[in-house]
Nanobody
């Protein structure tokens, strides 16, 4: 199993930027598809972005062109660079690691974008 710890959330004005980090512990980090999800109050958790072990990325339409996911397998880190933030990006952001038969979640980090 892999353990995940997110950091980098906070309060930012609309139009600003934040970079979230997800630190993983455990073995075989490089085999996992890593993802960032978010959950706003009263809404379901949704995929924001994901990156496979080979570097293929996928983004929700709502963040395309504004957010960038990346990973550093040597350091067991995953990043989410968020630019041009909007109030509707306000949510708790969760890091996820998944492979066959395994899905692990971090505890989440709050992102609040003020208008």
């Amino acid at each position: 199993q892999v353990q995940l710890v997110e950091s980098g959330g906070g309060l930012v004005q609309a139009g600003g930027s934040l970079r979230l980090s997800c630190a993983a512990s455990g073995t075989l980090f490089s085999i996992y598809t890593m993802g960032w999800y978010r959950q706003a109050p009263g809404k379901q958790r949704e995929l924001v972005a994901s990156i496979t072990n080979t570097g293929f990325t996928n983004y929700a339409d709502s963040v395309k062109g504004r957010f960038t996911i990346s990973r550093d397998n040597a350091k067991k880190l995953v990043y989410l660079q968020m630019n041009s933030l909007k109030p509707e990006d306000t949510a708790v952001y969760y890091c996820n690691a998944r492979t066959v038969g395994i899905s692990s979640w971090g505890q989440g980090t709050q992102v609040t974008v003020s208008s």
